[in-house]
């Protein structure tokens, strides 16, 4: 299991949103090339930025600040989200040097989009569930689809992505512990990688999801925390790395 740090991105600043409310906002820094290097300095393999303009908007809005990041950090994994819609944003970021790209909203809107991109893009699609009491949520959280998660989840390894993130919306940026539960279900349910989102607060959130990360948790996503200071980055990767 691996940690991977989050980099929100907001008029390319590096921010945290709690419960994806745009209008409540912590500005972490100015520089989100500059936060990057500081994760990857503490053993971070995997990066995971997200455009919240571009969720919003419909389209990438940040671009230039991922494009940035991918070309200090060329060994770097990093995956994206945040207003990609169409096959041409996708190969964008590809070429730009991303590994991969997170279809959130317009995945449950258009599931055929799913297929129709990872047949184009075989090994670089992920799909973001994020999810309240088990159902979907969509369009930056603000409302509540039908869907459920499993369900979809399924749905979408048949298409062939390559991993689901799943988000506990009620816990993400509240600094509440992570959904280990609900996160351990869904990955029982499926045979593709899952990765924990929303709730990862310090090390016993590590520890509670490392004991079940057999189940198929391949990472755990974590933003407020090591920017606050309630988990050392550093010290949680080593902890996730015991973890099979």
């Known amino acids: 299991m691996i940690l991977i740090p989050a980099i929100d991105l907001k008029e390319g600043k590096c921010v945290r949103l709690r419960q994806g409310r745009m209008e409540d906002e912590t500005i972490f820094s100015d520089n989100p090339v500059e936060v990057a290097t500081r994760w990857v300095n503490e053993g971070a393999k995997r990066l995971h930025l997200v455009d919240l303009d571009g969720a919003f908007a419909g389209e990438p809005v940040n671009a230039g600040v ?5 070309k200090v950090h060329p060994d770097l994994i990093i995956q994206v989200g945040g207003g990609i819609r169409n096959e041409e944003t996708i190969q964008t970021y590809l070429n730009a040097g991303v590994q991969y790209v997170i279809i ?3 995945a449950v809107n258009a ?9 184009e893009f075989p090994g670089h699609i992920i799909v973001g569930l994020d999810a309240k009491d088990g159902k979907v949520a969509i369009d930056g959280w603000s409302k509540l689809s039908n869907h459920d998660v499993i369900d979809l989840a399924q749905h979408f390894e048949d298409d062939g992505v390559e991993s689901i993130i799943y988000t506990d919306i009620g816990r993400d940026g509240m600094m509440k512990g992570v959904n280990v539960e609900a996160t351990a279900k869904l990955a029982r349910a499926i045979n ?13 959130d590590i520890h509670a999801l490392g ?20 988990l050392d ?4 990767e080593k902890l996730a790395e015991s973890f099979a």
């Open 104 to 106: 959130g909203t317009k």
């Open 233 to 236: 980055f550093a010290e949680g």
């Open 66 to 70: 991922v494009h940035d990041i991918a």
């Open 192 to 204: 593709i990688p899952v990765v924990a989102s929303g709730g990862i607060t310090n090390m016993d």
């Open 211 to 230: 004991k079940v990360a057999s189940d198929g948790i391949m990472g755990a996503i974590t933003g407020r925390a090591i920017y606050e200071g309630t």
């Open 111 to 119: 599931p055929h989009f799913v297929g129709d991109v990872c047949a």
